[in-house]
């Protein structure tokens, strides 16, 4: 037990490091290249690759994981990480779109390798064998690093001020190049690897549980990117006219206390708490999601403080998401065999990355044509067929492919 607690530690250290320059680009890459005089729809593009190879990495590196190890594929992640921060400290005029975008495909890569590995390798390290233990461990994992990725979007505005754009890149891919290092040192080798060499067409899951919350999942996330990734830094920069380092404030804030609640789930939860059960959990919380998100824009419409709308709306849609966030992270490794866990979790978070693409693609198209308002209004519609694919969840107890 005490080497698995350690395990888990230096996994989640590992992740927590990532996540930091994960969220750090992502504020750079908005905030710089909107001052070069791209348009909403030009920055969203600057992530359509960094979405779109997090599909198809989750969908081979799950194989890989199971194959070759959590702990390989979760490296593989930090190294490439780093080559993507590097790539983007070439001069100006190097920086076309297509280059951009090329730099984003490595870090969608690296992030979601990273995320697969460190989030399946939660099933091998768990200390407790009943299901609330499980959740509690989970919980603890995402919604730290959801945390950090709200410091991650401080830092890369903070950055961005004082060392500006290139001396923030250097400063990451430094720090977390050390990290990678002390991590390959620490961790075993054999972490998820199934005895049986898989062959690649098992990553495509059998279980009709997980394909309903994997289809879910598509549409839970692709709700909160329709909005948030581009249409909001920018409404916040343009409308309201803040600041660089106010809209990095403003925006780690509520990831960081969006991650707090994630992280706190199971005891918000315990007494609704059903384990593999817990269908109609995540069906309920989906459908108030919902409701919540549907009340913004109208609010937005019909009053001339538009910023208390947007703070405290956020609020509320950041509790009621991280709540439908924690249910579906622990539900995807409740409905997994740990010794096939790492390719049903890259399969299901191959969904959650294709959510994201829509979703960020949608962000930038309908800020530009719509505003913001049209932005919520996407999210709407995302989240009601979210709800009513949660309506398939199972609410009884569930058998997973093996029969145990």
């Known amino acids: 037990m005490q080497q698995a607690l350690k395990n888990y530690l230096v996994v989640t250290g590992g992740y927590w490091a990532f996540t930091l320059t994960d969220g750090a680009i992502r504020m750079l890459v908005v905030l710089y290249f909107h001052t070069l005089g791209y348009s909403p729809f030009e920055v969203a593009m600057l992530f359509l690759f960094y979405e779109f190879f997090g599909i198809v990495t989750n969908l081979v590196g799950g194989w890989l994981g199971a194959r070759f190890g959590l702990n390989r594929t979760m490296h593989l992640g930090m190294l490439l990480q780093v080559g993507a921060l590097l790539m983007l400290t070439v001069p100006d005029a190097w920086l076309s779109v297509l280059y951009v975008m090329l730099a984003q495909a490595l870090s969608g890569i690296a992030k979601d390798l990273n995320k697969m590995s460190a989030k399946a390798s939660v099933k091998q390290f768990s200390t407790e064998d009943n299901q609330q233990g499980l959740f509690k461990w989970v919980a603890i994992l995402t919604g730290s690093k959801n945390t950090l990725k709200g410091v991650g979007f401080f830092l890369g505005a903070g950055l961005l001020e004082w060392l500006g754009f290139r001396g923030a890149l250097y400063t990451l891919a430094g720090s977390l190049a050390i990290v990678m290092l002390v991590t390959v040192l620490l961790l075993p080798s054999e972490v998820g690897k199934m005895v049986a060499k898989p062959k690649f067409t098992q990553v495509f899951s059998q279980i009709p549980s997980i394909n309903w919350l994997a289809s879910a999942r598509f549409f839970l996330f692709g709700a909160r990117d329709v909005w948030f990734v581009v249409g909001l830094p920018v409404y916040l920069y343009e409308v309201l006219k803040w600041p660089f380092s106010q809209v990095g404030a403003f925006l780690a804030l509520w990831v960081i206390a969006y991650g707090f609640v994630q992280a706190s789930a199971p005891k918000l939860l315990k007494n609704r708490f059903a384990g593999a059960e817990s269908g109609g959990l995540a069906t309920l919380w989906a459908f108030l999601l919902t409701v919540i998100t549907a009340l913004l824009p109208v609010a937005l419409a019909s009053t001339e403080s538009p910023m208390w709308v947007l703070i405290i709306g956020l609020a509320i849609f950041g509790v ?42 949608l962000s930038g198209a309908m800020y530009q044509s719509y505003g913001l308002e049209g932005c919520l209004w996407a999210a709407v519609a995302f989240l009601l067929m979210a709800s009513l694919l949660s309506l398939k969840l199972p609410r009884k107890a569930l058998q997973t492919a093996s029969g145990s």
């Open 320 to 361: 009621v998401f991280a709540v439908n966030s924690a249910i579906h992270s622990y539900l995807i490794l409740a409905y997994s065999d740990a010794d096939k866990v790492a390719m049903n979790v890259g399969f299901y978070y191959m969904a959650n990355a294709g959510g994201r693409l829509a979703g960020t693609v």
